[in-house]
């Protein structure tokens, strides 16, 4: 079998988490020896008991084919993190999901986007505030990202349907449930013109554990993240820390002092997110991505500053400059730029990110980085 059916097959496996599937990468076994792996192999790489059983009893070509088969006849595709499809963006970000099951445009997901968030309970100026970008941000060409959630996420989803950037529902269920029940009309609509996508296998249920991950994933895609309306304890505060723990941009909406509903915009705020008060605020932090301006998902070449030009410096962090010189000296692989800096790894796909989205900096093939 291929490595990504043998990916396909793990992320499968009932309870399978993100780390065990890393401790089986590291310990060389997305080859075929898998399928004949005994409990006493798995253990040895470092997963439980209990799954190591569970991977003797189910894990064979056999089930895989017979799993594939499940969710081709329920019209859902996958993307592994090995395939060249496999959404660039969301391959920067400190977890990314091994498998990734979609309906729709799954190019969506390669393209220029933001994500938008906020309470499941709106006011009228929530509503109308988060129905009136998404439908400008997707008229200029951004993809609208959220999580098929009541109250905001489905006033933006619907507002950027029709626009050219369309919208992505990220969701924490299996692509053949629908939470919450009254958004399968709405998720059928983005399946036809949008992207539907999960990183849970057919038949998982929602489950409130799920959502905090999924919301990793909506940031991860997205070039920034705006929280339109929420309380203190919202989870769209959730996607704005795993966009800032991505290196992505956050912005935030302001509201009323009076109401519950402004108080984490206005908290973020403080913070130090970037004020909204038109979709303006929003596209000209991505203009240089737009069609016309670059190609999808990319600066356009020769536009901004050269590695040479001071005024690029201004526009870095003390950590991005640090970096950046350090790159000034030739092309570094990431395992050269681990030693050379002593970050962790998150840490520094992260302020690499940055310097890439600032223009300062490029990957090239064999995740090689250099100044522009």
């Not at 990916?7 to 898998?34: C, P, Y």
């Not at 979609?102 to 969506?108: A, K, S």
């Not at 109250?151 to 950037?165: F, M, P, R």
């Amino acid at each position: 079998m291929e490595t990504r059916d043998l990916l396909f097959g793990l992320n499968e496996v009932e309870g399978i988490g993100w780390k065990s599937m890393d401790r089986i990468r590291q310990a060389g076994l997305l080859t075929n020896e898998a399928l004949s792996c005994s409990v006493t192999d798995w253990e040895r790489a470092g997963i439980s008991g209990k799954m190591s059983a569970r991977l003797n009893a189910v894990f064979n070509e056999e089930w895989i084919l017979q799993r594939r088969s499940l969710m081709e006849a329920s019209g859902v595709s996958m993307v592994t993190l090995l395939d060249e499809g496999y959404p660039v963006q969301l391959k920067e970000t400190p977890q990314p999901p091994w498998v990734l099951y979609y309906r729709g445009r799954l190019e969506l997901a390669s393209r220029p986007s933001v994500a938008m968030v906020g309470t499941r309970v709106p006011t009228a100026y929530g509503r109308k505030i988060g129905e009136m970008l998404a439908e400008q941000l997707s008229a200029a060409g951004l993809t609208v990202i959220s999580g098929l959630a009541r109250g905001i996420d489905s006033v933006c989803h619907e507002a950027a349907l029709t626009g050219a950037g369309s919208t992505i529902a990220v969701v924490a269920t299996g692509l053949d449930k629908v939470y919450p029940p009254e958004n399968r009309e709405l998720e059928q609509q983005i399946s036809r013109v949008g992207l539907v996508l999960s990183e849970y296998p057919l038949g998982t249920p929602s489950h409130p554990g799920l959502f905090p991950q999924r919301n990793r994933i909506i940031a991860g895609l997205s070039l920034g993240t705006v929280v339109v309306e929420a309380d203190s304890r919202s989870g769209s505060l959730i996607t704005a820390d795993a966009a800032l723990e991505a290196g992505r941009d956050v912005f935030a909406v302001p509201g009323p002092l009076t109401s519950p509903k402004s108080r984490g915009a206005l908290e973020l705020i403080k913070q130090g997110a970037k004020v909204v008060t038109s979709s303006a605020d929003i596209v000209e932090e991505y203009i240089a991505y737009l069609p016309g301006k670059g190609t999808s998902g990319t600066p356009a070449s020769g536009s901004g500053p050269s590695a040479g030009d001071g005024l690029i410096e201004k526009k870095l962090t003390s950590e991005e400059l640090h970096l950046y010189h350090i790159l000034h000296q030739g092309p570094f692989t990431l395992d050269e730029l681990l030693a050379s800096t002593r970050w962790d790894f998150g840490h520094l796909h992260s302020v690499l990110l940055s310097l890439i989205i600032k223009k300062a900096v490029t990957q090239l093939p064999g995740a090689i980085y250099k100044v522009i």
